[in-house]
C-alpha cells in the first residue's frame, strides 16, 4: 500500500464490505487521493444472466462507494436518498474491476457523491450519482462502534 492511501474499516455483515466467510462480497475500499477505491472480480455467483453480472450487484457496490466516499471526506455514515446508475457495457464475469466512489460537493443537508466501475484498460461498466443524507447522529456512533479495522 503506497503512503497516500489509507484502509477504510468495514462492517461484519455488510453485503458488499461484508466477511465472504458470511456469503458477503468482501470489497475492501481504501482511500487514495481523496477518492475510496477497490477492486472485485465478479464470479457465477454473481450473474443475472449467463456470464454477465446482475445489475443489482453492480448498483450495490456503485452506492457503496458512495458512501465510503462521504465518509472519508466527512467521518459520517450517510443514507441513500437517490442513486441514478448509468449501464454503459455489460460487465463479464471474471473480469477484475475497481470501484471508485468521490464527494462532488454538499449542499446544507445533503451530499452529493459519483462512483464508476471501470477495467484496468479504462473501460467504464457503469457509472453512479446520487444524493444522500447524513445519517442520525445515534445512528453514526452505534454503526461506528460496530466497524472493524481493515488489515493491510
Not at 475492501?28 to 477518492?35: A, D, E, L, M
Not at 457496490?61 to 472519508?72: C, F, K, P, Q, R
Not at 441514478?84 to 466512489?101: A, C, H, S, W
Request: glycine fraction near 8%; aromatic fraction near 10%.
Amino acid at each position: 500500500m503506497e503512503k497516500n492511501e489509507q484502509m477504510l474499516p468495514y462492517y461484519r455483515q455488510c453485503f458488499v464490505c461484508g466477511e465472504t466467510r458470511l456469503g458477503r462480497l468482501g470489497v475492501r475500499f481504501k482511500v487514495v487521493n481523496g477518492t475510496v477505491r477497490a477492486n472485485f472480480t465478479p464470479t457465477e455467483k454473481h450473474v443475472g444472466f449467463p456470464g454477465i453480472v446482475h445489475g443489482g450487484i453492480i448498483t450495490a457496490l456503485l452506492d457503496e462507494a458512495m458512501v465510503w466516499a462521504i465518509y472519508a471526506a466527512t467521518g459520517q455514515f450517510a443514507l441513500s436518498a437517490e442513486i441514478t446508475v448509468r449501464f454503459l457495457k455489460p460487465l463479464p464475469v471474471g473480469q477484475t474491476v475497481e470501484i471508485v466512489g468521490y464527494l462532488v460537493r454538499k449542499q446544507k443537508r445533503i451530499w452529493e457523491v459519483a462512483s464508476e466501475i471501470h477495467d484496468e484498460q479504462a473501460i467504464v461498466y457503469a457509472r453512479a450519482w446520487g444524493r444522500f443524507v447524513p445519517a442520525p447522529s445515534e445512528e453514526n456512533e452505534q454503526w461506528q462502534s460496530a466497524l472493524q479495522q481493515a488489515k493491510t
